[in-house]
């Protein structure tokens, strides 16, 4: 017996999800607010006790890690002599415009304005794509979520070539992969490698992005680090409010396949500038502010 039609969508009652479904993905999403009962256990670093005057709580937070270290590893050295200088006034955003900054802030910017623009793109508009191609609703989502098995295994990824090659060759060469296998993942059309070339996608994003994190803070020294990665991560960040717009206009003039030309092309102009104005940083001070010169 034919179960009974119920809505234009569904062929039968049974093929309709159930009606409070939707909600779940709110419910996952808001499953973060879990962070909050853990973030009261997380200590903050001296030097930013010492940056907002609390040397009281500066002094605490690094006897504590000495007393750590040393039940660890043993005694530590004596500390060397303090020099007393005068407290540095908070840097202003101005500071970012003198050319020791400017170039490593600009070249961030582009990597952050190339990362979220591509990755976004990619993420935001697989399953609509797929989907204008024939493929069904539950179809193209199921292959986005088998891709989005790469993600965390590219954090690990991340964590294994971090400290062991120079992280702007690690960015270079994750961002040429995803380019590559992003505009194949667009190319195809059979379920296996729509997945295969989607986790590709997802593993070597979720390591460049860990690596991009880990190469912004070494482009600055102490005094604007916060200053600097913050401005080009929020111009990054901005960014992504074109991305759609634009990728939305490729496919409705151009077709679905400009859409996937046009986000290679992004990650592709990111690992370009990175290869060539990007210094190198691994093994130097962390103080040091290097410059953004061809290496």
């Known amino acids: 017996m034919r179960a009974k039609t119920n809505c234009s969508r569904c062929v039968t009652i049974s093929a309709c999800p159930a009606p409070w479904s939707w909600r779940l993905v709110y419910l996952w999403g808001a499953l973060g607010l879990v962070v909050l009962i ?31 270290v040393s039940a660890e590893h043993g005694p530590l050295p004596a500390p060397a002599p303090e020099v007393i200088t005068d407290r540095p006034a908070k840097a202003p955003w101005t500071l970012l415009l003198r050319r020791r900054y400017l170039l490593p802030t600009l070249l961030l910017t582009v990597l952050w304005v190339t990362q979220s623009i591509g990755f976004f793109g990619y993420s935001t508009w697989a399953p609509s794509l797929l989907a204008k191609q024939g493929f069904s609703v539950q179809s193209s ?22 400290d062991r090659f120079e992280r702007k060759w690690c960015l270079v060469g994750f961002g040429t992969v995803i380019a590559a296998c992003g505009l194949l993942y667009g190319l195809t059309f059979t379920p296996a490698m729509i997945v295969a070339f989607g986790f590709l996608v997802n593993l070597f994003e979720r390591g460049y992005t860990a690596l991009g994190y880990a190469y912004s803070r070494e482009l600055f020294d102490t005094r604007t680090r916060s200053l600097g990665t913050g401005v080009s991560y929020g111009l990054g960040r901005l960014s992504n409010a074109a991305g759609p717009l634009i990728i ?3 496919y409705t003039w151009s077709g679905y396949r400009s859409v ?36």
């Open 248 to 250: 939305a206009h490729l």
């Open 260 to 295: 996937f030309y046009f986000i290679a092309a992004t990650w592709l102009i990111g690992a370009i500038v990175l290869a060539l104005f990007g210094p190198r940083t691994r093994e130097r001070r962390l103080a040091t502010a290097p410059q953004p010169v061809a290496a």
């Open 38 to 68: 853990f973030a009261r256990r997380l200590t903050e670093s001296p030097l930013w006790h010492e940056n907002r005057g609390d040397y009281a709580a500066a002094e605490a937070v690094l006897r504590d890690i000495e007393a750590r």
């Open 141 to 162: 989502t199921l292959y986005v979520a088998l891709a989005t098995v790469g993600a965390p295994l590219g954090s690990y990824l991340a964590a294994l070539v971090t």
